[in-house]
């Protein structure tokens, strides 16, 4: 059934729309008063994204505050790796951190992709809970880490600064990274399909570390198990198609690429003129993207000027659905996401 906002879904399959929807990567996030009260509650992050009723809660804050054209699943991209018994935890201040990252060969030929109906269950309960308290307003987007991204964090046992061990491991022991990567791949379409059923009217993969390596190395390692997850998703689900969005973080120059792997839509980040990546692949595809999270620490008329400038860039037509080109600052303030929502959906109906 669709949604009474269909106006995401429509322009991801480039169907006329009356005006260009916007949602925001982490728009449930710690720039928000109300998440943080939230987060308190929980305990710890961890906590919160185990919780399906608070999971709930959060993702439906920016909902009950701006007027976002979709609503995305309040999880995050480890979710996987930590039901393949890796031991994730979160570091105050340092972010994730794995208790067993994979430096062992035997480690690595024993992983396993995790049944996400046992092992993740958590999270689409939370899908289940989302889509009926969102009560058919607008859709939900489901997501997952693209299978390189979950091998960076699993192979570094956390983030990194230069990936020197993954690296390593991709250069001079290269089965051992592609096994990790198989596993992964079926982990990631297991868990996006599972999502899909549990209620997800649309799902991202965030290809994060992708543009970290060489053109060579992300065809191989990158690309090609994200084309293997993409075809194996479920695209419809209750009679409805559920598109797909590919986002490879400094990805620009394979846009052609990644546009021909499958997918509804690329997600760009700041560094690509959309203009120009409509030249290129707009035929095939539609784009999401890409206004530099930063604008946002400027006032609402330096925020307007910056949405009309890749409106005008992107031109007259569907097939665009306006996002930052990467997740939202913690220090953003809520105000100006509210100038952003509403200037999108102002400027934005002369070119429909």
């Known amino acids: 059934m669709k949604p009474k906002n269909d106006t995401f879904l429509r322009a991801l399959l480039k169907q006329p729309v009356p005006y260009t929807p916007i949602w925001i990567m982490r728009q ?13 509650r929980a305990g710890n992050f961890l906590n919160l994204c185990k919780n399906p009723d608070m999971a709930t809660e959060v993702t439906l804050q920016p909902i009950a505050r701006f007027g976002l054209d979709a609503a995305i699943l309040f999880s995050d991209i480890l979710t996987i790796p930590d039901a393949m018994g890796l031991g994730l935890y979160f570091a105050e201040g340092e972010g994730p951190k794995f208790e067993r990252p994979l430096r062992e060969e035997w480690a690595i030929r024993d992983l396993t992709a995790p049944d996400p109906d046992t092992h993740l269950r958590y ?127 400094s990805g620009g120059i394979w846009l052609e690429k990644i546009a021909a792997i499958g997918c509804d839509a690329v997600g760009l980040d700041w560094t690509c003129d959309i203009g120009e990546a409509r030249k290129r692949v707009g035929g095939k595809i539609s784009l999401q993207g890409n206004m530099d999270p930063m604008v946002l620490f400027s006032g609402p008329d330096a925020i307007r000027k910056e949405v009309q400038r890749i409106l005008v860039s992107y031109g007259s037509g569907s097939g665009h659905v306006f996002n930052l080109g990467h997740g939202i600052s913690q220090f953003t303030p809520p105000e100006h996401v509210a100038a952003l929502v509403d200037a999108v959906h102002e400027l934005s109906r002369a070119f429909h």
């Open 123 to 249: 999270v689409l309960d939370a899908v289940s809970q989302i889509r009926k308290a969102l009560n058919n307003e607008i859709p939900l987007i489901g997501f997952s880490g693209s299978p390189f991204t979950l091998a960076c964090y699993m192979v570094e046992g956390g983030g990194s600064d230069d990936f020197r061990t993954v690296k390593t491991m991709l250069y001079q022991r290269p089965e051992l990274l592609h096994h990790i990567l198989q596993v992964n791949a079926k982990a990631v379409t297991d868990y996006l399909n599972a999502q899909i059923q549990a209620g997800a009217q649309a799902v991202q993969i965030f290809d994060t570390w992708g543009g970290m390596l060489s053109s060579a190395a992300y065809e191989e390692f990158s690309l090609a198990y994200l084309r293997q997850v993409v075809s194996g998703l479920l695209r419809d689900h209750d009679g409805e198609r559920v598109p797909c969005i590919v986002f490879t973080k």
């Open 28 to 40: 449930a996030g710690r720039y928000l008063p109300e998440y943080n009260q939230t987060r308190t």
